[in-house]
């Protein structure tokens, strides 16, 4: 198996991103809270993962976090066919994250990554 990247997304709805900036942390979306933990995704499984459970959602955003600054409070697990996909066991503080956004697609459809600065 090739190496975990050090960063992964957690997609937001509009008053989700709205209490992360304002409360400087996030205790999870309410599937986040009934399984115990935060869920994330890679940027391979972003796109799959909006069509699953945000499909006709909109004003929804996107925070890339680094998960090396939360250390073990990420587990790799998996879940959908088998692929390993990171979770928070723990609240994810805005300090953890190191650029966020409105979920936009390119010209290709593609989701757009947040990037800081």
């Given at each position: 198996?090739?190496?975990?990247?050090?960063?992964?997304?957690?997609?937001?709805?509009a008053?989700?991103?709205?209490?992360?900036?304002?409360?400087?942390?996030f205790?999870?979306?309410?599937?986040?809270?009934?399984?115990?933990?935060?869920?994330?995704?890679?940027?391979?499984?972003?796109?799959?993962?909006v069509?699953?459970h945000?499909?006709g959602?909109?004003?929804?955003h996107?925070?890339?976090?680094d998960?090396p600054?939360?250390?073990?409070?990420v587990?790799w697990?998996?879940s959908?066919?088998?692929?390993?996909?990171?979770?928070?066991?723990a609240?994810?503080?805005?300090d953890?994250?190191?650029?966020?956004?409105?979920?936009?697609?390119?010209?290709d459809?593609?989701?757009?990554?947040?990037?800081?600065?």
């Amino acid at each position: 198996m090739s190496e975990l990247p050090d960063v992964a997304y957690k997609v937001l709805t509009a008053a989700e991103m709205a209490a992360l900036e304002h409360e400087g942390s996030f205790t999870g979306a309410p599937v986040d809270l009934a399984d115990g933990f935060i869920h994330l995704s890679t940027a391979a499984q972003l796109d799959e993962t909006v069509a699953k459970h945000f499909a006709g959602q909109t004003d929804l955003h996107v925070a890339a976090v680094d998960l090396p600054v939360l250390g073990d409070a990420v587990k790799w697990e998996p879940s959908r066919g088998g692929q390993l996909f990171p979770h928070i066991y723990a609240t994810l503080p805005l300090d953890a994250v190191l650029a966020y956004g409105p979920l936009e697609r390119d010209h290709d459809g593609r989701i757009r990554l947040p990037v800081a600065g």
